[in-house]
């Protein structure tokens, strides 16, 4: 149980286009989804935390117009990186709160941005 | 962007012996902890979780320690590997505030 998918797992697209990335709890419900970014051989930086039905809360430093978050169900949370640059370019990876407070992570999407 | 000259600490270990990976918190009021496992190119997997109100706790292979009095949690990993090469991160939580990673710690599991 406590599966979470990621949908692509891989992205390349050129600057300035969008990107949305598609994160599912597979078997539980999920009323608080969690976006964060990678850099290589780095912790986990946490973008935002999505809640069901209501606005995302931005972590500070985090563009809220660039990373549009939508957490349409209790399933499903969409991050769009809108108008993409290479330097946005890097692993993101979402996570889901499921039974108590334990967050399990999806496997991840590495952007590629040209 | 990435930190140049940025590098994990690492723990290396021959198979089959035991691992201790160690983490140190800063919030005296987190509650909640937990150990993650991450392969190259995933998506952190979860491995144990622990309560302030226990000091340790046991799973298949690995066991959690925590003392609150130095703030400092650990994870043993018991005849390890080659599959349990990976980085290992720790995470604490204080009550409804977000979780909070530690730096990581690369496991090389040699055969």
């Known amino acids: 149980g406590a599966v979470v998918s990621q949908h692509p797992s891989w992205v390349i697209c050129k600057s300035g286009t969008s990107v949305k990335i598609e994160c599912r709890s597979l078997?539980?419900?999920?009323?608080?989804m969690f976006w964060y970014r990678q850099f290589p051989k780095q912790s986990l930086m946490l973008m935002a935390t999505s809640n069901e039905g209501s606005k995302a809360t931005y972590e500070q430093g985090v563009e809220k117009d660039k990373f549009l978050i939508n957490h349409a169900s209790l399933t499903l949370s969409t991050l769009t990186v809108t108008s993409a640059h290479p330097e946005d370019s890097s692993f993101y990876i979402c996570?889901?709160?499921?039974?108590?407070?334990?967050?399990?992570f999806g496997p991840g999407t590495r952007l590629l941005v040209l | 962007g990435e930190s140049v000259g940025l590098h994990l600490p690492t723990l290396s270990v021959q198979e089959g012996d035991n691992s201790i990976i160690n983490c140190a918190y800063s919030n005296s009021a987190s509650d909640y902890f937990i150990w993650y496992k991450q392969e190259s190119g995933k998506g952190p997997q979860f491995i144990i979780d622990i309560r302030s109100n226990m000091d340790k706790r046991q799973g298949q292979r690995v066991t959690v320690l925590l003392n609150k009095t130095v703030k400092h949690l650990s994870l043993q990993i018991a005849a390890t590997q080659p599959g349990d090469s990976a980085v290992y991160f720790c995470?604490?939580?204080?009550?409804?505030?977000?979780?909070?990673f530690g730096t990581g710690t690369r496991l090389l599991v040699s055969p």
């Open positions: 995470a604490e939580k204080s009550g409804f505030q977000k979780l909070v």
């Open positions: 996570s889901a709160e499921g039974r108590g407070e334990t967050q399990y």
């Open positions: 078997d539980f419900q999920a009323t608080t």
